[in-house]
T-cell receptor, first 113, second 116 residues
């Protein structure tokens, strides 16, 4: 059974600070990793994807992957109130006929003005 | 115009009724998925399809069926709805071409289903 674990929060961060979101996964052969943002009552929106160990930056967002530790993180710099949402970590396995993503339950992030 | 659309957006029905949720996409993607989201349980995969001839069960397919009528259309049916199928249902698409980017999935707006 593939598992993706996230701290449910809420994680409260002051406006302008760095928000750090963490995720661990159980399937060692996982190949692809994603961060989605979901506002209450809305659909998940893809914000970052990462496939190789190390950091990937896109604007205010940085995804970090450490496959040896089975750990993925998302950093949000200069946090804004509009960043307040639930952040979902998702993992895709190695294939073998299975597709789709395994999601964590999400971390609720609150940016305090 | 939205790339992935779902109809209806909200539906209330009674136990035992047959329900169909529809998903259409204009992204030209080959792969389509159905997920459900429950509070405290996160998103779970119900069915996925690689093309019109390829349908696969996901983690929680019992009580559901699907139909891939065309590349752009993927329907989810509840043959006899029960209250624990009350959830938010999402359709998603991805592109099978182009290296790693084919893993990226894009979600529709969702259907909120309530079974009384």
């Amino acid at each position: 059974q593939k598992e993706v674990e996230q701290n449910s929060g809420p994680l409260s961060v002051p406006e302008g600070a760095i928000a750090s979101l963490n995720c661990t996964y159980s399937d060692r052969v996982s190949q692809s990793f994603f961060w989605y943002r979901q506002y209450s009552g809305k659909s998940p929106e893809l914000i970052m994807s990462i496939y190789s160990n190390g950091d990937k930056e896109d604007g205010r967002f940085t995804a970090q992957l450490n496959k040896a530790s089975q750990y993925v993180s998302l950093l949000i710099r200069d946090s804004q109130p509009s960043d307040s949402a639930t952040y979902l970590c998702a993992v895709r396995g190695s294939g073998g006929g299975a597709d789709g993503l395994t999601f964590g339950k999400g971390t609720h992030l609150i940016i305090q003005p | 115009d939205a790339d992935v659309t779902q109809t209806p957006r909200n539906r209330i029905t009674k136990t035992g009724k047959r329900i169909m949720l529809e998903c259409s996409q204009t992204k030209g993607h080959d792969r389509m998925y159905w997920y459900r989201q429950d509070p405290g349980l996160g998103l779970r995969l119900i069915y996925y399809s690689f093309d019109v001839k390829d349908i696969n069960k996901g983690e929680i397919s019992d009580g559901y069926s699907v139909s891939r009528q065309a590349q752009a259309k993927f329907s989810l049916s509840l043959e006899s709805a029960i209250p624990n199928q009350t959830a938010l249902y999402f359709c998603a698409t991805s592109d099978q071409h182009g290296g790693h980017s084919y893993n990226e999935q894009f979600f529709g707006p969702g259907t909120r289903l309530t079974v009384l």
